[in-house]
């Protein structure tokens, strides 16, 4: 079987489940470090034609990651396609599970029994701490209604305030996240590059965490260690004066 991956963190857990299969990924696709197979530029733009002269038997999507048009379009040229929508840990876990299986894992991989202890082994921790979760800036975007993400922090003992709102990613303005009032504002790193230096600066006076967003929203050999990375940076948060 021939895969192209146009979601980063299933790029990675193919890579390094069923290397052999792989023979195409996105310019995002980072992980593992020494992915070498051709690219076919981005996750919401990428090259059609460069992915059909690849001839892949199937090709990886995801909901939020790529485009509806650009699964439509391979699927009309008869390209085989699989598309994911994950939106807690437990179904982010099945899905994995499924998809190794289907590509001919001969057995559930080491990382992902590992991951599966991992979020099993959580004490259960009562939500504490009332967070919004900004994803990017000009214009603010934050974590909304039904996300993986929010299931992660979730779990982690965070709650997102806009988890109740009807938008999956609401654009509320700075002014109404500062009015929101929250204990915690979660900054990731991608995919807008949140840092001590551009984030925390815009909300003074609450603590704001900087979190790794690969941790937080990929699906896939970071989700055995996501738990253990996400604690300690949610614990450690910056104050901005």
């Keep these: 079987m021939r895969v192209v991956s146009l979601v980063p963190s299933l790029t990675e857990a193919v890579a390094v489940t069923r290397p052999g299969l792989l023979v195409g ?27 059909r002269a690849l001839r892949p038997d199937l090709v990886l999507l995801n909901v939020e990651e790529n485009r509806r048009e650009d699964a439509t379009a391979l699927a009309a040229a008869g390209v085989p396609v699989r598309v994911t929508y994950p939106r807690t840990v437990d179904g982010a876990l099945t899905e994995l599970a499924d998809l190794l299986r289907d590509l001919g894992a001969p057995a559930e991989p080491d990382w992902l029994a590992d991951a ?10 009562p939500v504490a701490r009332r967070a919004v979760v900004p994803v990017w800036r000009r214009p603010w975007v934050v974590l909304g209604a039904d996300t993986f993400a929010g299931d992660v922090l979730r779990r982690l003992g965070v709650s997102n305030l806009y ?28 995919p807008y590059r949140f840092t001590r230096d551009d984030g925390p600066e815009a909300f003074p006076g609450i603590p704001c965490a900087l979190v790794s967003g690969r941790h937080l929203t990929w699906y896939g050999p970071s989700l055995a260690e996501a738990p253990t990375v996400l604690a300690g940076q949610l614990a450690d948060p910056v104050l901005a004066d």
């Design 25 to 51: 990924a996105t310019d995002w696709c980072t992980h593992p470090a020494d992915l070498d197979v051709p690219r076919v530029g981005g996750t919401k733009y990428p090259d059609l034609d460069r992915i």
């Design 116 to 125: 599966r202890r991992a979020w099993a082994g959580l004490p259960r921790t």
């Design 163 to 190: 988890a109740d709102q009807p938008d999956r990613y609401p654009r509320p303005n700075l002014a109404q996240l500062r009015a929101d009032a929250p204990d915690l504002v979660v900054l990731p790193d991608e």
